[in-house]
């Protein structure tokens, strides 16, 4: 299995563009994290899917960001517009089971996108 | 809140066995805990869990104490390559939902 497939890796745009950031989980898994990394703040949980339908958006941080999960195999994660203090590393991360609210804890991350807003 | 403590850096040399000690006194009675290692560059990448004594796998062991408020991992004999930072997860936030990461223990290996 190729793990979680984040892209781009790397995205460097401009204050007030829109941005998409994409995601593939491990196939067979039925729940998807989006978490923000950044100095200031280690790592933040944005929002939760489980079978394909959000649980927990609660971390998202303004009505700028957006999250969908279409389907078992895709997510997107769009930031419009974008602002300088988003600037961070965005990572997916996929799990078997329904993680937050269980004991089992193991969560396979992608190997984030750097987003850099200017 | 729900929170974790762990000590923000540690130093070790090759060879030697690293004891990261996390606390986290309000950790529910259903609540497991689980140790995340990161390296530069990468996502986080799960390496034990445990709900009290102890547990090992081929990566580290994991000591819980009987009144869960803390735990400890040990990585025997680190190598170089073993330089990252460790992240003990415990209790879920105030609403008992999600889990939280806390800002980890960065260790460093030297030769």
């Known amino acids: 299995d190729a793990g979680v497939i984040q892209s781009p890796r790397h995205e460097v745009t401009e204050m007030g563009q829109e941005v998409t950031l994409r995601c593939k989980p491990i196939?067979?898994?039925?729940?998807l994290f989006w978490y923000r990394q950044t100095m200031m703040r280690g790592l933040e949980l944005l929002i939760y899917f489980n079978n394909n339908v959000p649980i927990d958006d609660s971390g998202m941080p303004e009505d700028r960001f957006s999250a969908k999960m279409p389907n078992a195999s895709f997510s997107t994660l769009k930031i419009q517009p974008s602002e300088p203090r988003d600037s961070a590393v965005y990572f997916c991360?996929?799990?078997?089971?329904?993680?937050?609210?269980?004991?089992?804890?193991?969560?396979?991350f992608g190997p984030g996108t750097r987003l850099t807003v200017l | 809140l729900a929170k974790t403590t762990q000590p923000i850096s540690m130093d070790s040399y090759e060879g030697q066995e690293v004891n990261i000690t996390c606390s986290h006194n309000n950790i529910a009675t259903n609540d497991y805990i689980t140790w995340y290692q990161q390296f530069p560059s990468q996502g986080p990448r799960f390496i034990i869990q445990?709900?009290?004594t102890k547990v090992t796998n081929e990566v580290a062991s994991l000591f819980i104490p009987a009144d869960r408020k803390s735990s400890t991992l040990s990585l025997p004999r680190v190598s170089l390559s073993d330089t990252a930072v460790y992240y003990c997860l415990g209790p879920r936030d105030n609403q008992g939902g999600k889990l939280i990461f806390g800002q980890g223990t960065e260790l460093s290996v030297k030769p």
């Open positions: 991360a996929s799990s078997p089971v329904g993680t937050l609210r269980s004991s089992y804890n193991e969560q396979f």
């Open positions: 445990g709900y009290k």
């Open positions: 196939s067979g898994h039925n729940s």
